[in-house]
């Protein structure tokens, strides 16, 4: 079950995913923005799971990858409510949510529906209120204006556009102002040379969240992605000693 596979939701959206059963925690893996599960992290904890046993899921949110839609309808509230499908669609007991960049946000809106099912997250590199402390005065103007903004891509040649239905979605679910309640245990690694997401939102995201069993890991060396052979090896390992402290 581990080729791509597709689910339909009742508006006719169709969410590519990737599946392979096992024992629990199911790991769901979300990727960052205008990502999709054809990365890098993805693959390899998808393979990692496969050899070790341990149920995953990967999926494409709708107007990304091989998922049908337009990405100029893309919302946090909108893929979270697609992640939420995904799991309640296909998988069963208790799952670790894993969330990149973005996905580290989407993670914490998955995490507070998912209740007593959710066990665990792992957050790398998240980037929870990006469009609060990521985007300046003027960018603010421009989407309250109704205008999409355009950024450099630093890893495509085309440029990266945020909308305005996406920034205004975004301010109306932050995160970090007040005490986030999640109760799990929590693992947050972070790049100390991550050009995008200052590696404070992590500091900042363990002190927001009610969870007594937060484990920030600093990669000093690290950068946004990290996605070298060392990188998703720590990963990889600490997504292995969660999940069995969980069993």
């Given at each position: 079950m581990s080729e791509v596979q597709f689910h339909s939701l009742r508006d006719g959206r169709s969410i590519a995913y990737r599946f392979?059963?096992?024992?629990?925690?199911?790991?769901?893996?979300?990727?960052?923005?205008?990502?999709?599960?054809?990365?890098?992290?993805?693959?390899?904890?998808?393979?990692?799971?496969?050899?070790?046993?341990?149920?995953?899921?990967?999926?494409d949110y709708s107007g990304c990858g091989l998922?049908?839609?337009?990405?100029?309808?893309?919302?946090?509230s909108r893929w979270r409510d697609e992640v939420l499908a995904l799991i309640d669609g296909l998988v069963e007991g208790p799952v670790v949510v894993i969330g990149s960049s973005m996905g580290g946000w989407l993670m914490l809106l998955a995490a507070q529906a998912l209740g007593d099912r959710l066990a665990g997250l792992?957050?790398?590199?998240?980037?929870?209120?990006f469009t609060e402390w990521g985007r300046s005065a003027a960018d603010k103007a421009k989407f309250a204006a109704g205008e999409?903004?355009?950024?450099?891509?630093?890893?495509?040649?085309?440029?990266?556009?945020?909308?305005?239905?996406?920034?205004?979605d975004g301010q109306a679910l932050l995160q970090l102002g007040g005490t986030i309640p999640i109760d799990v245990p929590?693992?947050?690694?972070?790049?100390?040379?991550?050009?995008?997401?200052?590696?404070?939102?992590?500091?900042?995201?363990?002190?927001?969240?009610?969870?007594?069993?937060?484990?920030?890991?600093?990669?000093?060396?690290?950068?946004?992605?990290?996605?070298?052979?060392?990188?998703?090896?720590l990963l990889l390992?600490?997504?292995?000693?969660?999940?069995?402290?969980?069993t």
């Amino acid at each position: 079950m581990s080729e791509v596979q597709f689910h339909s939701l009742r508006d006719g959206r169709s969410i590519a995913y990737r599946f392979t059963p096992g024992r629990g925690p199911t790991l769901v893996f979300l990727p960052g923005y205008m990502s999709d599960m054809a990365g890098g992290k993805a693959t390899a904890l998808f393979a990692d799971a496969q050899e070790r046993g341990q149920a995953c899921l990967l999926l494409d949110y709708s107007g990304c990858g091989l998922s049908s839609g337009s990405f100029a309808d893309g919302k946090l509230s909108r893929w979270r409510d697609e992640v939420l499908a995904l799991i309640d669609g296909l998988v069963e007991g208790p799952v670790v949510v894993i969330g990149s960049s973005m996905g580290g946000w989407l993670m914490l809106l998955a995490a507070q529906a998912l209740g007593d099912r959710l066990a665990g997250l792992v957050g790398i590199a998240a980037a929870p209120d990006f469009t609060e402390w990521g985007r300046s005065a003027a960018d603010k103007a421009k989407f309250a204006a109704g205008e999409t903004v355009y950024d450099e891509n630093p890893y495509g040649t085309d440029p990266t556009p945020m909308h305005p239905g996406f920034f205004a979605d975004g301010q109306a679910l932050l995160q970090l102002g007040g005490t986030i309640p999640i109760d799990v245990p929590v693992r947050l690694i972070h790049g100390q040379r991550d050009a995008d997401v200052p590696w404070d939102i992590s500091i900042q995201l363990a002190q927001a969240l009610r969870s007594g069993t937060v484990q920030v890991t600093l990669v000093k060396d690290g950068d946004h992605r990290l996605s070298r052979e060392q990188d998703i090896a720590l990963l990889l390992r600490i997504v292995a000693d969660l999940s069995e402290s969980l069993t």
